[in-house]
């Protein structure tokens, strides 16, 4: 008897189609090895990533070479014992898909050396612009948080209404560096990065309202707090914003982690070679300079996705 699927959602990701469907694996007998699900049953003309979820207690996995669906229970069956048992679980790697739609632009590209005209794409949407006061003082206290979990910027405005030159002013000046450190949250575990902007005696002069920014490496879901620190009464009018990057966050850490983890990487119906742009440490891939309304699907090999558990006596 085939296996009976019924489609509930269609998708369009970029050049891609992703589709939700319900597999009901009652409709025939289980054979060990896996049951055959074609493209066809899952309305697709051929099939790239099959990203099945727990359900009646069972854990599915799919086998993306032979087109099987596999389903496993969480403890394997043993026979009574009136003496201790000692549980070991192994876990096995996962291909996973991360995608979004329609996300907000961002570029990955610091600007510390030369005055920009422009603030980098969307680099107040955390937190806008604000004011450097006569104490050195600067308050960023209200935040929109991310719309997916990405890496995020420092943007500086000079609104002083003149020049103003990043050092401390003394006889023989040396140059500042302005701290900003982020408080927030990633993967629901509190995440906090401290971005500095370094200023040197070739970069330390800033032209009336033009910016400079410097990005991150860690990506946040949420962000609670920021902390400005560095900057001198002398440096008044000088504005401070927090934007957005292009590093997105992976839901789950790469298997090895290697950057071959990564099997592909779509943005916006463009492919785009994982070399160089893949963050071990921090988990992140990067999607380079990105417009508004952005698309893109990561696919890789994910990892601590529990299989089975054996029992040893």
Same mark, same amino acid.
């Not at 069972?58 to 070479?65: G, L, S, V």
């Not at 920014?213 to 860690?218: A, E, I, L």
């Given at each position: 008897?085939?296996?009976?699927?019924?489609?509930?959602?269609?998708?369009?990701?970029?050049?891609?189609?992703?589709?939700?469907?319900?597999?009901?694996?009652?409709?025939?007998?289980?054979?060990?090895?896996?049951?055959?699900?074609?493209?066809?049953?899952?309305?697709?003309?051929?099939?790239?990533?099959?990203?099945?979820?727990?359900?009646?207690?069972?854990?599915?996995?799919?086998?993306?070479?032979?087109?099987?669906?596999?389903?496993?229970?969480?403890?394997?069956?043993?026979?009574?014992?009136?003496?201790?048992?000692?549980?070991?679980?192994?876990?096995?790697?996962?291909?996973?898909?991360?995608?979004?739609?329609?996300?907000?632009?961002?570029?990955?590209?610091?600007?510390?050396?030369?005055?920009?005209?422009?603030?980098?794409?969307?680099?107040?949407?955390?937190?806008?612009?604000?004011?450097?006061?006569?104490?050195?003082?600067?308050?960023?206290?209200?935040?929109?948080?991310?719309?997916?979990?990405?890496?995020?910027?420092? @943007?500086?405005?000079? &609104?002083?209404?003149?020049?103003?030159?990043?050092? +401390? !002013?003394? #006889?023989?000046? $040396?140059?500042? =560096? /302005?701290?900003?450190?982020?408080?927030?949250?990633?993967?629901?575990?509190?995440?906090?990065?401290?971005?500095?902007?370094?200023?040197?005696?070739?970069?330390?002069?800033?032209?009336?309202?033009?910016?400079?920014?410097?990005?991150?490496?860690?990506?946040?879901?949420?962000?609670?707090?920021?902390?400005?620190?560095?900057?001198?009464?002398?440096?008044?009018?000088?504005?401070?914003?927090?934007?957005?990057?292009?590093?997105?966050?992976?839901?789950?850490?790469?298997?090895?982690?290697?950057?071959?983890? @990564?099997?592909?990487? &779509?943005?916006?119906?463009?492919?785009?070679?994982? +070399? !160089?742009? #893949?963050?071990? $440490?921090?988990? =992140? /891939?990067?999607?380079?300079?990105?417009?508004?309304?952005?698309?893109?699907?990561?696919?890789?090999?994910?990892?601590?996705?529990?299989?089975?558990?054996?029992?040893?006596?």
């Amino acid at each position: 008897m085939a296996v009976a699927t019924t489609l509930k959602q269609r998708t369009h990701l970029g050049n891609a189609r992703m589709n939700v469907a319900d597999i009901a694996l009652a409709a025939e007998e289980y054979l060990t090895g896996g049951i055959v699900i074609t493209a066809a049953k899952l309305g697709l003309v051929g099939i790239y990533s099959v990203m099945p979820v727990p359900a009646a207690g069972y854990i599915f996995e799919f086998d993306h070479d032979n087109l099987k669906l596999k389903a496993y229970t969480p403890l394997k069956a043993h026979a009574a014992h009136d003496h201790a048992n000692s549980l070991s679980m192994v876990a096995t790697n996962s291909r996973l898909s991360h995608s979004g739609a329609d996300i907000l632009g961002s570029g990955n590209t610091d600007a510390m050396a030369t005055d920009e005209d422009a603030s980098p794409t969307n680099g107040a949407v955390v937190h806008a612009l604000a004011s450097v006061g006569s104490d050195g003082a600067v308050t960023l206290d209200t935040f929109t948080n991310p719309d997916i979990g990405r890496n995020l910027c420092v @943007v500086l405005k000079n &609104n002083s209404g003149g020049e103003l030159v990043m050092d +401390d !002013g003394e #006889v023989e000046p $040396t140059p500042i =560096t /302005v701290s900003v450190e982020i408080t927030g949250t990633w993967r629901g575990v509190v995440q906090t990065e401290t971005i500095d902007l370094v200023f040197t005696v070739d970069n330390k002069t800033i032209a009336n309202t033009k910016f400079r920014y410097q990005y991150g490496v860690k990506p946040f879901d949420t962000v609670t707090a920021a902390t400005v620190t560095g900057f001198l009464a002398a440096h008044e009018g000088m504005q401070v914003s927090l934007g957005l990057g292009s590093k997105v966050g992976l839901p789950a850490d790469l298997a090895t982690p290697a950057e071959a983890d @990564v099997i592909s990487i &779509n943005r916006s119906a463009s492919w785009l070679d994982p +070399d !160089g742009i #893949v963050d071990t $440490t921090n988990m =992140t /891939v990067n999607l380079g300079t990105i417009a508004d309304n952005a698309d893109f699907t990561i696919v890789y090999q994910g990892s601590g996705f529990l299989t089975e558990v054996s029992i040893t006596n």
